[in-house]
């Protein structure tokens, strides 16, 4: 579990789409579902990895989040990966968000990260949208 969690919080700090902070200041909206935010680096971490250690990252975590071992993430794979790392940037910060709307980033994370829109999540998929080029 530690393992996971470390290896989530360098994917989270190696991600520029991972950069973004969901949480918003009182006056500012939730982001939507179709152009999700997503959670910040931890405070003092590099801005942005090479895209090859998202691969690295993804290719290290994907078994753990692929329960059925089919080789891609559906929707509530992908949620508990996405939950898993804004629970480890809601601890890094302090900062919470109900329920629902890590539940609504999530889904909308799965909308963008699925390019082919096949309904699941691959790995090429994971490591293009963690690196920036979806959404």
Do not use: H
Request: net charge negative; glycine share 6%.
């Amino acid at each position: 579990m530690i393992r996971i969690l470390l290896c989530s919080t360098a994917l989270a700090v190696a991600a520029p789409a991972l950069a973004q902070s969901t949480t918003a200041a009182p006056a500012q909206e939730p982001a939507s579902a179709a152009q999700p935010a997503a959670p910040a680096a931890p405070q003092g971490a590099t801005p942005a990895a090479p895209a090859n250690s998202v691969a690295a990252i993804v290719d290290s975590e994907f078994p753990a989040y692929d329960a059925n071992s089919d080789g891609q993430l559906d929707q509530p794979e992908f949620s508990r990966w996405m939950t898993a790392l804004k629970d480890q940037e809601m601890k890094a910060t302090g900062k919470a968000l109900p329920a629902e709307q890590v539940t609504a980033w999530a889904s909308g994370a799965f909308t963008s990260a699925d390019a082919d829109k096949n309904k699941s999540v691959s790995k090429p998929e994971l490591v293009t949208y963690l690196s920036g080029g979806a959404g």
